[in-house]
């Protein structure tokens, strides 16, 4: 089994900035994609940015490119989403993924950003 667990959500104002962790535990050497998500009130869950592990190879949503970077963190098993820019329609929970062969899927409880104008 695999736990993933996200942290460093909150409250800013419009063009601000925030840094979201993701860390993965367990059964992890499986691992080949991290990913970020978001799902907005009234809205379906959506793609944010995804991290290939073997390759570094990163991949954006249009509506993210060049204000989110999406990156490896300092410890094991760990992602970072670094969220600069920050508009009022950024406002979701921004859940993690961890992508495993099989293929299986891993998702943290999720963490509110809130962005206000």
């Known amino acids: 089994q695999v736990q993933v667990v996200e942290s460093g959500g909150g409250s800013v104002q419009a063009g601000g900035s925030l840094r979201l962790s993701c860390a993965a535990s367990g059964r992890t050497f499986t691992k080949y994609v991290m990913g970020w998500y978001r799902q907005a009130p009234g809205k379906e869950r959506e793609f944010v940015a995804s991290l290939t592990w073997s390759s570094d190879m990163t991949v954006y949503a249009d509506s993210v490119k060049g204000r989110f970077t999406i990156s490896r963190g300092n410890a094991k098993d760990t992602v970072y989403l670094q969220m600069n820019s920050l508009k009022p329609e950024d406002t979701a929970i921004y859940y993690c993924?961890?992508?495993?062969?099989?293929?299986?899927?891993?998702w943290g409880q999720g963490t509110q950003v809130t962005v206000s104008s």
């Open positions: 993924k961890s992508t495993h062969y099989g293929p299986e899927e891993y």
